[in-house]
């Protein structure tokens, strides 16, 4: 992923730049400390990722963001907490508070790289091209007056919440009033699993199993006992 962090803190600039170093899939291009520098890069740079701060002179990183057309994935990179919902309503991947350590940076990080590779549609090359055009890969979800639609390669797990269910997208939860069973039935059976009378998990986005427990971006979801049979299972047939 091409990158580009905007900080009009050179040490902030430095440790952004130390940490992407240790990640194999991150490049980054270029560092501003000058918002105004940014949009000269984005015009002539495909940029994937923006660490963006919030405090800077002249114009802050949510004046930026709103102006820029079709921006990047962003991460918000900050040392004021009381931003967040700002940053969450434009879409922000994830919203470090700073001094942030290694190992929260590299979450952030491989949640955006999920998100990238979702959007390239990585995970389509799986699916028979003529089963991909004939079968919905999305889901419309009425949230309050609205309705939303929900791409299916973008969901990582659905929270059971008595008559509600949350999806989790990996950008910002989306409430309905429905029961998790009317949305499990909605949705593909080989690429969505009940491991749990309150969660539903998107198989793909597994990223680690261990004592009964499953690690999908930061959230680790318990598989209950009346669903451990038939997801081990599953897991067993894909196991090399």
């Not at 590779?117 to 995970?123: A, G, M, T």
């Not at 973008?154 to 929270?159: A, F, H, K, T």
């Not at 969505?192 to 198989?203: D, N």
Request: with cysteine; glycine share 2%.
């Amino acid at each position: 992923m091409k990158c580009l962090a905007i900080d009009d803190e050179p040490l902030a600039l430095n440790i952004i730049k130390n940490f992407c170093s240790k990640i194999d899939f991150i490049d980054l291009i270029a560092t501003c400390t000058n918002p105004v520098e940014a949009i000269r890069i984005l015009n002539h740079q495909e940029i994937s990722l923006i660490f963006l701060d919030i405090q800077m002179p002249n114009i802050t990183g949510l004046e930026f963001l709103r102006a820029v057309n079709k921006p990047p994935l962003v991460i918000f990179t900050t040392a004021y907490s009381n931003y967040a919902l700002d940053g969450f309503d434009l879409n922000a991947i994830d919203y470090l508070v700073k001094p942030f350590a290694f190992e929260r940076f590299f979450r952030a990080v491989n949640k955006a790289y999920e998100i990238s590779q979702l959007r390239k549609n990585k995970f389509t090359q799986a699916i028979p091209p003529e089963a991909y055009h004939n079968t919905p890969r999305h889901l419309m979800i009425k949230v309050e007056y609205r309705t939303v639609r929900i791409e299916l390669d973008e969901i990582l797990y659905i929270e059971g919440l008595k008559d509600y269910v949350k999806i989790y997208n990996g950008i910002k939860p989306v409430l309905t009033k429905t029961t998790l069973k009317n949305l499990e039935d909605k949705l593909p059976k080989d690429e969505f699993i009940r491991v749990h009378k309150s969660f539903i998990i998107s198989f793909s986005k597994i990223f680690s199993i261990e004592n009964n427990r499953i690690l999908i971006g930061e959230k680790l979801i318990p598989v209950g006992n009346q669903y451990k049979t038939q997801f081990y299972e599953l897991v067993d047939s894909k196991r090399i």
